[in-house]
């Protein structure tokens, strides 16, 4: 997966990416030199960008502070990200990725804010959507004039801005351009082409007036400005919503975990009750069941090999970052499918044995409990096949759970699948029906 | 009978280090064992008295030994005995005086009969060994390069790969059987190549059979068997092995070599099985897997209905929350996992 973490996070990532970006900038800072001497024309219209930039920017600075993580007592921090006023009382919107650790253990972390003047105070957390990645917070002693929400879609082609304190350098903009609601995402996105770095999760997405189109949220580490905002949208029904008294620390886990819940349980509604499969070999497997769902195919061109592989991989990319080594909500399987040309029927059931041990099952023993299993042969729709169910639940989240399905084919001398399927943070009753949605899919059609 | 005697003084391994020859006198023979230079046996052994034990046989053959008021007495079938009367001995115990085995001989004893000598070579009077020695050799190195074969899919890396694991086994092989031969020449004189390679060969190939026939009917007919099998199988194989062993290579009792041949792999079994199972409970990314994939011409028998395997996942949330509750028991805080 390239798609990076939440900005603003853990240190180590941080660092990891303050240092990436300090090469980069140093390689890029030459370029503008060498571009301006070869392409002369758009230098009025940049300049009037610019001093657009200038205005959005003093005319946000005061409602946007930096919000500050600490772990026990120190006074230096745990980590930072950004946020905006959106009610003249001190009631400012987040990342919820910026204050999860507050929320989840909050014996350990508190949060304090510092303005761009330089004031710095206590912040309580009021509301959270976790599906949405957003938080409500107090801000003590602090009220500066809201930013104006605009709730209606980000309109594809125009001027955007983005507004944080990145990597602990100062109130930043950076300038860009709104392309618009991304299609292909489960949870509502407007693709900001403009630069987010760590520490500017949280801050104002604007458009060319200083209305906040969405709250900055995410970037592809791998990738040039392709960066994220969470809908304006959003942060208005959580402010709606949002009942006066700050949030119960004592259920707030409750509180999240219902959250994930509702998203993944919302995914599997979306997938529906019969998944569209393709042909492979024989087999009629679960193909991409939804535009947001990302599939890859790929194969290996060798000719010579004795058991020839292909894979198809599917990701909803939908998990919710709730902390590190801790993202549910996502939902992916993969097929291999295997055949041979040269090999007897022996020997190839022993390549699909070895084939079976690869899955890559990932789950830290911190936040996750070991799995429960169930392996029988099954008849599918025209063949047997092998099948393994496992239920895990979470160690701090009640009531949801990840559950893993394994196939493999036991009808083909020569030709077989393997297939898997794991869904993260769901209902168990969800989860296990949609294990049988996707035995349901799988037929032999030769 | 003639109530001659020979009293040997045996090494640790039973070998005889010394022999005394005592002839009847008046009907009866007797000698004194003792570090002093008067006794007709002298021991230099520090914890034996000047004059220390009296060895006795009368007109019928029967042997005696009498404790003369040593400190550390005689040790006869792990009995201490101190003065009084004399002990009766059966025709070739040995028994301890110090730390001293002796042994007593008498005319009485049966003597086995000669060994035929053919030539210096023994290989017919083994003929019924080295046969079982080559079925199973040929068995091991079949069922060894089978499963070389079946696992290695490239041809062109198979040849490789069977001449490095018929190598490799029979290195360790060699190395095992030298071992033990070496152990038998310590103990008694001979190094017993032969047995100990008919120990190998024949537990190996019956493992080898025994462990892929239980792979393909778990395969075939769906057992689920306990991924436990495999090596509660080998390690049988590695139990008989070791006590046969031990038989053939140490003096010590049968009852004592099979307690230990089977004592030391159960035990390994029993920690290894354990430590895993241990990792297995506590981590979140084990799933077992407990069916071995065969041809389809080899499966016996369908598969239960989706219906019935969907009713029966029911039951996993209760085991799963279980689960969950054992590592928030046994594990509360375990260390966060390096991978990202």
Redesign the interface.
Known sequence: MNRAGPPGRAVARGIALLLLSVTCGAAQSRLPTDEADAVSQPVPSAATASAAARLILDRVRPSVVQIKGFFGTNTAEAFHGSGFAVTDRGVFITNWHVVSEVVLYPEKYRLEYRTAAGKTGRVTVRAIDVRHDLALVDVEGFAPPPLRLRPHAAIGGERAYSVGFPLDVGLTITEGISNGRVEDSFEPRVHYSGALNAGMSGGPGLDGAGNVIGVNVAGYRASQLVSFLVPAEHAVTLLEGATKAPLDVRYARDEVARQVRAHSDALLATLGPKLPTQNHHGYELPSKPAAFVECRAAGDPAPDKPVSVERVACDAKSSIYLGRNLQPGGLSFQHQLLSTRSLDPWRFAHGMQAAKGSDNLFGSPRHLAPFACKQRNVELEGFTANATVCLRAYRKLDGIYDVYVRVVSKNGPRQGFLSSLIITGVSPERGLAFARTYLDAMQWKP | MEAVMVVEVLSGHHRVRARYRFAPVGGETHCTVGRSVTCDVVLDDPFVAAVHARINVDAEGRVTVADLESVNGVVIAGQRRHGGEPAELDGGVVFRVGHTRLRVRTAREAVAPERPDRGGSSWRSRGMELKVLAAGSAISIAATLFEV???T???RELSTALVTTLLALLGLCGLWIALWALASRVAFGESRWVRHAVIVAVVYAVVSVVTALVDVVNGAL?L?LSSAVGPVLVVIGVAVALSAHLLTASPMRARFALGIGVMIPFVMLAATLWTQARG??????????????????L?M??????DR??A??????G??????A???RE?P?????E??
Do not use: C, M
């Open positions: 074969w079946t696992s899919t490239q041809p769906g689920h297995q409970n506590r981590s979140p990314s084990y799933v077992g897997d407990r069916d071995l994939i065969v041809p389809p011409a499966v028998r369908r598969g239960e209905s989706l395997f969907a029966d996942l029911t039951a996993l949330l085991k799963a929350d279980a689960n969950r054992f590592v928030e594990d805080s375990p260390d966060e996992d991978s990202d």
